[in-house]
């Protein structure tokens, strides 16, 4: 844990700001959303508050800080995700997972904090979603501003990199002068995958997390407590089977003899999956 951040005023300043982050968390775990969107919101402006008064701090204090702001509004996205699901806005809950995945990601490439529970996680309740077909969009576009020197951030002029950070501020490119849009294509592992063709809320697309929104709802498995699916495949009584002597004409309307048709089919496969949860409880959760 020591270099989870490579700076020790981040290091001491995250330590301070632990306490309340599990308490938006226990939060989050009892239900109690806007609580816990409340605690998070004021430990970014302390945030807010100690980045104002470090003007002259180095790079890699401002960049820690900008770490853990985004570890922040990952936990509310976090959060955010939880309440759709309960509330069964999963189309809604799939575009926060999305955000709070980005975050994780940008939490993972810039410093060393522990959020394997949470990847876990996250990644997971990921397959709960019906979507396997997404958009991608090609467009023509003038250029792309740099969010930080206001410049083509492919020009010479421009002296930062997308994607890297600059005290404590991250290079973004922005699209400017947007010409056309070339085409739309359906492709399965695209960039962005709030891009999805999308299904109604009460849609029995979203069968397995409705299951999950119901369990968490009704208390029977806690929010931090989720663990995996388990996907397996079961044989059930098929309802339309029908026991015919072997030489009969079958039932399907085949016009075969039952013994060379449907003679086999008295149970069907149907795929079948668990939510398997963990009994760890919050103490698990490093934070
Ligand atoms: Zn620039
Ligand atoms: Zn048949």
């Given at each position: 844990m020591s270099d989870a951040l490579c700076t020790q005023e981040a290091l001491d300043l995250f330590g301070k700001l632990r306490p309340s982050i599990r308490c938006a968390l226990a939060a989050f775990n009892d239900q109690c959303f806007p609580d816990g969107q409340e605690v998070l919101c004021g430990l970014k402006s302390q945030i807010?508050?100690?980045?104002?008064?470090?003007?002259?701090?180095?790079d890699d204090y401002l960049n820690n800080l900008w770490v853990v702001d985004r570890y922040l509004d990952f936990i509310s996205k976090y959060g955010l995700t939880w309440e759709s699901i309960v509330n069964q806005?999963?189309?809604?809950?799939?575009?926060?997972?999305?955000?709070?995945?980005d975050l994780l990601r940008l939490v993972k490439r810039f410093s060393r904090l522990d959020i394997s529970f949470f990847e876990d996680q996250v990644i997971e309740l990921e397959r709960a979603y019906p979507y396997n077909v997404f958009f991608s969009i090609g467009a023509t576009v003038e250029y792309f501003e740099c969010s930080l020197c206001g410049k083509n951030i492919d020009s010479q002029e421009c002296?930062?990199?997308?994607?890297?950070?600059?005290?404590?501020?991250?290079?973004?490119?922005?699209?400017?002068?947007?010409v056309q849009?070339?085409?739309?294509?359906?492709?399965?592992h695209p960039r962005d995958k709030r891009c999805v063709v999308s299904y109604e809320d009460d849609g029995k697309q979203f069968q397995l997390v409705r299951h999950l929104s119901s369990l968490i709802a009704n208390r029977q498995c806690r929010i931090l407590d989720f663990g995996h699916l388990k996907f397996s495949k079961r044989f059930r009584p098929n309802p339309d089977y029908r026991k015919l002597r072997r030489n009969e004409q079958c039932y399907c309307g085949s016009g075969k003899k039952f013994k060379y048709c449907c003679i086999a089919m008295s149970h069907v496969e149907s795929d079948h999956v668990d939510i398997i949860a963990n009994r760890y409880g919050i103490d698990h959760v490093a934070v």
């Open positions: 807010e508050l100690v980045r104002d008064k470090s003007a002259s701090a180095s806005h999963f189309s809604d809950s799939w575009c926060s997972l999305q955000d709070a995945l002296p930062h990199i997308q994607g890297q950070l600059y005290r404590g501020a991250m290079a973004n490119a922005i699209v400017r002068n947007f849009l070339d085409h739309v294509a359906m492709v399965a």
